[in-house]
């Protein structure tokens, strides 16, 4: 009785460790396009909640996605995670995404927030209106993205360059509701408005209103929010003198775009991948990002943050989202022909 009791006594110990290792070895791997600091505070906030460890590499997101494709089979990577649409639909087209079957996350994420295959899914959005000076500007004199090819506003619109993805994003949205002919000849009489050669950001392009290189600018929301509540008080001034204009409210509504995530074709960690992607699009982490990072949630009911509350409800363009990456190509050849460089 004494031996069965001792060797009882060692199995339960070795059990003991063997679900204490298992515990500490449970973790999952993100290549991130993501800036650290807009990303890992949630992701601590996960592991504190489940054990499960998050290791984060940081980096382009083209260079990530080189990465994965030439580490194949071995890649570490559980997880990509990326910003815009048409780089989540250069991962589609790369293989480098594997189906998620979550009743969890598909009734979080609206269906055009995410892969038609579930390959990815959206964890938050930002908006892309226009910021004008209203010293310079009347709100009444602006209507949508099609009218900023008019002739008022000649030498007076600040953008990024064509290279831009959310721009190639925008234009490849107004080619789905308008047509690649019409959208061209609009994207020639937009560019001949450019007040200079595009440059920058889109903080720049916000400063260029704000210091009077031109009146009106087309930049993302997320942007705004963080000029307004920086540390720098010349951003925060800068911000302060621009003002937020949501176009196309009487059409197909604001363009919008995502930040979002999928699981890798070759993870080794595909539950704990999983656990990971639906504590993102929970109700307590996009409200992280609807505060921290002064991005629009995806989940529906999910409470905005104060600064975007100020800015006032707006008409989304609902378009799908693999719309966006589907008509990138077309996007950049009529970008080039039409000048904007």
């Not at 592991?47 to 080189?66: C, F, Q, R, Y």
């Not at 600040?158 to 925008?170: A, D, F, G, T, V």
Request: overall charge negative; aromatic content about 10%.
């Amino acid at each position: 009785m004494r031996k069965l009791n001792r060797l009882l006594t060692v199995i339960a110990a070795t059990s003991a460790t063997l679900v204490s290792f298992t515990s500490a070895a449970a973790e999952v791997n993100i290549y991130s396009a993501r800036k650290e600091a807009l990303i890992k505070p949630v992701l601590e906030q996960f592991t504190e909640k489940t054990g499960i460890e998050v290791n984060l590499l940081t980096g382009k997101a083209d260079a990530l996605l080189a990465r994965l494709g030439s580490e194949g089979e071995n890649t570490p990577a559980d997880l990509f995670l990326t910003v815009d649409a048409g780089a989540l639909y250069r991962a589609v087209e790369a293989d480098a995404f594997q189906p998620l079957n979550s009743k969890l996350v598909e009734k979080a994420v609206p269906e055009h927030f995410r892969s038609k295959d579930n390959l990815w899914f959206g964890l938050s959005l930002r908006a892309r209106p226009i910021f004008y000076s209203p010293e310079r500007v009347s709100p009444e004199k602006l209507e949508s993205y099609l009218s900023l090819a008019d002739e008022q506003w000649d030498d007076r619109i600040c953008i990024r360059s064509s290279n831009n993805l959310y721009n190639q994003s925008l234009v490849a949205a107004l080619i789905e509701h308008h047509g690649a002919e019409k959208t061209e000849a609009w994207a020639e009489d937009f560019v001949s408005n450019f007040a200079r050669k595009p440059v920058g950001g889109d903080r720049d392009q916000i400063k260029g209103v704000a210091y009077g290189v031109c009146d009106i600018a087309v930049a993302n929301t997320y942007y705004f929010g963080h000029m307004l509540n920086s540390d720098d008080a010349d951003e925060r001034e800068a911000a302060q003198k621009v003002k937020i204009f949501w176009p196309a409210q009487d059409a197909q509504g604001t363009h919008v775009n995502v930040s979002g995530i999928g699981i890798t074709k070759h993870a080794k960690n595909v539950d704990e991948a999983q656990k990971l992607i639906e504590f993102l699009v929970s109700e307590e982490s996009q409200k992280w990002y609807a505060q921290a990072n002064y991005e629009y949630p995806v989940r529906d009911g999910v409470e905005w943050s104060e600064t975007l509350q100020k800015w006032g409800e707006f008409k989304q363009d609902d378009i799908s989202m693999d719309v966006l990456g589907e008509n990138n190509g077309e996007a950049v050849r009529l970008m080039n022909r039409a000048g904007w460089r």
